[in-house]
Structures are given as C-alpha cells and as structure tokens.
C-alpha cells in the first residue's frame, strides 16, 4: 500500500491538459471561417467587378450575402461558450457512485468509465474531487489508484480477473 500524492498527480495532469492555444486562436484555425474570410473578401473585391460587366445589382450581392452569413455563423461559435467539454455531465457524479457500489466499493478511473458514460479523464476527476473532500480513500496497487469507500476494509486483491 503506496501514499498517493493527489496534488501532485493533480498538477501533472493540468500541466499535460494545459493548451498553448487559447480556444479562440484555435477557433481562428478553423477550415469553415478560414473560407469564411476569404469568400467575404473575395467577394467584396469582384462584387464591383461583376456589377459593372455581367450580372444586375442584387444578383451581384448574392455571394457577398452567403459569404456574410457564413462568417456570422464562425464568428457565433467563436463567442458561444463551451458546454459539456470542461464540465462534468449532469448525474455523472451519481453514475459514478453507483459504479463504484456495483464494484464492491472499490473502482479505479477505468473501470468507472467502463460502466458509466463518462470518459476516464473525466471519472478520474471525480473520483480525485471526492478524494479531496474526503469521500473516498485512495490507494496505490501496482501503480494503479483504487479510490475506495470509506469504512470498506481494503483487500489486496478486490476483484477477480
């Protein structure tokens, strides 16, 4: 039985999710507003050449309208917040606890994503959030964390293979 260090793990792994990028810059990269731009100014720039040679006024000004409205749609998903990607899923918490009983009160982030919906970067901060609070205990196996319920005695093998 190993002490785990859960702020430690806990800094390491926000260094390893740490983006260069903030999601704006990354937004920016995006192939839809990228042809966005340029449609638009490309657009503006022929709009007079083909108004003055071969199309009437406001069929010229189709394409600048399309070329418009797609940019409003990029620029609309760069200001809209993200939703589900940082948070947890509403009831995960409870699904996770649920896994947690089925396996015999003992779990590690794997398994908890096995037998929930959530992904194992998000069941293990679950799982490390009621640690901090005390909810469960954690201990190292073979390098694995087993978060445990308290008050349930820890056995050296908690489940069968």
Not at 44 to 50: G, L, M, P
Not at 76 to 104: C, F, H, V, Y
């Amino acid at each position: 039985m190993d002490f785990v260090d859960l702020q430690r793990r806990r800094a390491e792994r926000a260094q390893a999710s740490r983006e260069p990028e903030s999601t704006r810059r990354r937004a920016a990269h995006d192939p839809l507003l990228l042809v966005g731009t340029g449609f638009v100014l490309g657009s503006s720039i022929s709009y007079f050449y083909f108004h003055m040679l071969y199309m009437s006024g406001l069929s010229a000004l189709l394409p600048f309208v399309a070329a418009v409205a797609l940019l409003l749609y990029a620029g609309r998903s760069l200001l809209r917040p993200e939703t589900g990607s940082n948070r947890a899923k509403i009831g995960s918490e409870k699904q996770l606890l649920m896994a947690l009983q089925d396996a015999g009160g003992t779990i590690t982030p794997v398994e908890a994503a096995l037998e929930t919906s959530l992904t194992v970067d998000e069941a293990e901060e679950i799982l490390t959030r009621f640690a901090d609070r005390g909810h469960l205990m954690v201990r190292s196996q073979d390098g694995t964390l087993l978060y445990t319920l308290p008050g349930r005695r820890y056995t050296a093998d908690p489940r069968t293979v």
